[in-house]
């Protein structure tokens, strides 16, 4: 019997019809990346580990030849990327790849604002970080952005207000000032707040209140996140059961997403992957918490990383998954830096879950949909799991 074989048990009755990185959680703008396993920085692999060298080497070779001809590298790598039609590969500026990584490893320097662009091209802050620059000068949620170092923001992209909010352009460290012009109603007034290095807090643990039931939140997955995935579970109360929210997280890291599927799965395959027709495997640690009642709870924004966890637990008969279809992307990018420092993000496989269901285009139906209020859907499923559970014992 195949390792696949092992995993892909038939569905339970019960659980509904028939039933998959640029990270956007803490850049407050882009899609999800897939980050997979080397020796090099933390979940991922080098273009030159992998037998997708061939499309790296096309845009090394365009780099390098407007290198040669005194013309931009990094545009150069753009124009071959948005040729190949590739919706996922991107080309990052040293700058900015220096704080996908920073991101990624669950700090980043700003002021602990996010934000989005309205429709009419004016940007809300959306959220306040508590304990960050911004909450400090009494910022938050709802108050309008209208300038940042006396540059109006109205009608840019949200990327590039965050790109200013840093000091991209002067690789402006934490201590350095930037100026912000707000306005909350009818009031106008100019804010200066001084950059900090902040985390990401990308896990957050609640109990739901009237019960055991532990909510454990998975905002993206940085360095460390698994391990905190872990611990939440230990600690939960004994016999209760766990929501695993998972609305609107952006991926992250792979090597974390397995660590947290290890949580509740005692080994076992958590996905395949290929590179290039290469195929690989992802597996969990043993000993994970197989008994207690899990809901995983998704929606359209949950991406890449995240639906690989979901993926495995769902075809692994683990959880029950609540919400609405997933964001669908499934497929495997690896980096490539070019000769002017910035780096290439480029496609070189797809992974699939432990069933060899393909995730990327298509996300992940769930097993029961959340209705107008999902977290209390649920809340309510995870009941008639511990019920179900009571009874069989």
């Known amino acids: ?27 407050v703008a882009g899609a999800a990346t897939g980050s997979f396993p080397d020796s090099g920085h933390p979940g991922r692999r080098t273009a030159q580990d992998t037998a997708g060298a061939t499309r790296h080497e096309a845009v090394e070779k365009a780099a390098a030849d407007a290198l040669a001809d005194g013309k931009s590298p990094m545009e150069a790598a753009q124009r071959a990327v948005s040729r190949s039609g ?57 108050d309008r952005l209208r300038s940042v170092d006396g540059e109006s923001v109205d009608g840019r992209p949200v990327t590039e207000v965050v790109s200013l909010l840093r000091g991209d352009a002067h690789d402006a460290p934490a201590g350095t000032t930037v100026r912000l012009g707000l306005r909350r109603g009818t009031r106008a007034w100019t804010e200066t707040l001084r950059r900090a290095r902040l985390s990401t807090d990308s896990v957050a643990v609640s109990r739901l209140p009237g019960g055991d039931a532990t909510v454990i939140r998975i905002a993206a997955f940085t360095k460390g ?7 939440a579970v230990r600690r939960a109360p004994a016999g209760g059961g766990i929501i695993l929210d998972l609305r609107g997280s952006s991926g992250g890291l792979v090597t974390e997403a397995v660590t947290a599927a290890s949580a509740f799965l005692d080994g076992g395959l958590v996905a395949t992957y290929d590179v290039d027709g290469e195929q690989r495997a992802l597996h969990a640690d043993s000993g994970g918490d197989t008994a207690r009642p899990l809901v995983a709870l998704v929606d359209g924004g949950t991406m890449s990383a995240a639906e690989m ?8 008969g683990r959880a029950v998954v609540v919400g609405s279809r997933t964001f669908g992307k499934g497929s495997v990018q690896m ?3 070019l000769p002017d420092g910035s780096v290439a993000e480029l496609t070189v496989g797809h992974y699939r879950t432990p069933c060899g269901r393909a995730v990327d285009g298509r996300g992940i139906t769930p097993d029961l949909d959340a209705g107008a209020r999902p977290l209390e859907r649920a809340e309510t499923v995870l009941g008639g799991l511990g019920d179900r559970s009571r009874a069989t014992r």
């Open 1 to 27: 019997m195949s390792g696949r074989d092992l995993f892909c048990k038939p569905r339970r009755a019960g659980r509904g019809a028939a039933l998959t990185l640029v990270f956007a959680g803490v850049l």
């Open 335 to 337: 980096p490539t830096r």
């Open 86 to 142: 590739d919706r996922w590969s991107a080309v990052y500026s040293e700058g900015e790849y220096q704080e996908f990584e920073e991101a990624l490893d669950g700090e980043y320097t700003g002021v602990g604002l996010s934000a989005r662009r309205e429709r009419d091209g004016r940007i809300e802050v959306t959220g306040v970080r508590p304990g960050s620059p911004a909450a400090a000068a009494g910022i938050r949620g709802g």
């Open 309 to 316: 966890l979901t993926g495995a637990l769902q075809d692994r």
């Open 225 to 231: 996140s698994g391990d905190l995935v872990r611990t």
